[in-house]
């Protein structure tokens, strides 16, 4: 499969407050050293991708932070898509309620369905 490298941004606002998150989505490296002992990886490595995001100004959100790497599965646990991380080499879904972590996801989401392999696409 052709390796995808793709980004995006768009701009959120809250209580008059706007912010500017940008991201960049790509190709997760399913070779034979990766392993994730709780995702059957033959079953998704063609679907899942690593994950980098930032905001400005900044929000204090584990997704936002660099702790651990973020990832995003399409089709986990039976969902469109799932934002997680992966920590001690187990994914755990992000399983917060807030609004920007499901932006996020639908962007993460809408970026992947596009055509084509790379580009960077920017909300209107």
């Known amino acids: 499969m052709a390796e995808v490298n793709k980004t995006f941004e768009f ?3 809250v209580e008059d407050k706007k912010y500017s998150v940008k991201g960049i989505v790509a190709s997760f490296d399913c070779n034979e050293e990766a392993s994730l ?4 990886l033959d ?3 063609d679907s899942i991708y690593n ?7 900044v929000l204090n959100l584990e997704i936002f932070k660099l702790q651990y790497p973020v990832v995003y ?10 934002l997680g991380y992966i920590i001690d080499k187990k994914f755990i879904p992000d399983q917060g309620e807030n609004d920007l972590v499901d932006l996020i996801s639908a962007s993460i989401l809408e970026v ?6 790379s580009g ?5």
């Open 11 to 13: 701009h959120y606002e």
């Open 51 to 57: 994950v980098s995001l930032v905001c400005e100004p």
């Open 37 to 40: 002992e709780n995702l059957n």
């Open 120 to 124: 960077h696409f920017v909300d209107q």
């Open 112 to 117: 992947l369905l596009i055509n084509g392999d």
């Open 43 to 45: 079953r998704y490595k």
């Open 73 to 82: 599965i399409i089709g986990y646990n039976e969902k469109e898509g799932q």
